[in-house]
């Protein structure tokens, strides 16, 4: 069965040149103002109390129930920005994320004021994971902004990174949103995992088992 939340986003066959320089000139001045972590950052520390504010107001019942207007959409909204900066788009959506990214989020679980803070804590060797993939990932975007600048389009191979580390921030986002309760996979793609529990009895093993 797949992870709750998924995510993908289709990028242009061709990039619109100018558009990259524009994000090439944004991420210079967050850089120049030492202010670029706090904006790409900050959500994972932000979501965590938003949710434990709605939830002790609203109560997790509510909260999920509410989520494809609420938190949902606000994490739609941070995806496409994401999508927007990370060159996985042209399409900086501002009314409608849903047009651009695809985003989907199965609620689940009866989240608490505590467990919507102790994401924080549970949620740190995601963020050493991909603290240490945003090294890689920021390779592969210089590379994938030359290759536009200067034929138009990026290489598959970049495009199917940009795109599998976006959809692992996706699932890490709507974890710490509380909006599902499995932990997220360590993975670039949409979460496909075995179902848990043993095999019922007289049941042949799987494939590969041994």
């Not at 972590?37 to 504010?53: K, M, Q, R, S």
């Not at 909260?63 to 900066?85: N, Q, V």
């Not at 102790?118 to 390779?139: E, N, S, T, Y």
Request: proline residues 8%; aromatic residues 10%.
């Amino acid at each position: 069965m797949a992870y709750p939340a998924t995510f993908d986003i289709q990028p242009p066959r061709e990039f619109d040149k100018a558009q990259v320089v524009l994000r090439i000139l944004i991420i210079v001045v967050l850089a120049f103002l030492q202010i670029g972590n706090i904006i790409f950052g900050g959500a994972y520390l932000v979501l965590p109390v938003v949710a434990a504010l709605f939830i002790s107001q609203r109560g997790a019942e509510r909260y999920l129930a509410e989520a494809e207007t609420g938190p949902t959409r606000w994490l739609r909204y941070i995806m496409m920005f994401y999508s927007y900066m990370a060159l996985a788009t042209d399409r900086l959506q501002t009314t409608n994320p849903e047009e651009v990214v695809q985003l989907s989020v199965r609620t689940g679980g009866s989240p608490t004021v505590g467990s919507a803070l102790l994401r924080i804590i549970l949620a740190i060797p995601h963020a050493i994971v991909l603290g240490l993939l945003g090294i890689v990932f920021a390779i592969v975007w210089l590379i994938a902004a030359a290759s536009i600048l200067i034929n138009g389009t990026q290489p598959e191979w970049a495009s199917g990174f940009i795109v599998g580390y976006l959809r692992w921030n996706a699932r890490l986002l709507a974890y710490m949103a509380s909006l599902v309760d499995e932990y997220p996979p360590f993975s670039f793609g949409n979460g496909e995992v075995a179902p848990a529990g043993p095999a019922p009895a007289g049941a042949p093993p799987s494939e590969g088992t041994q």
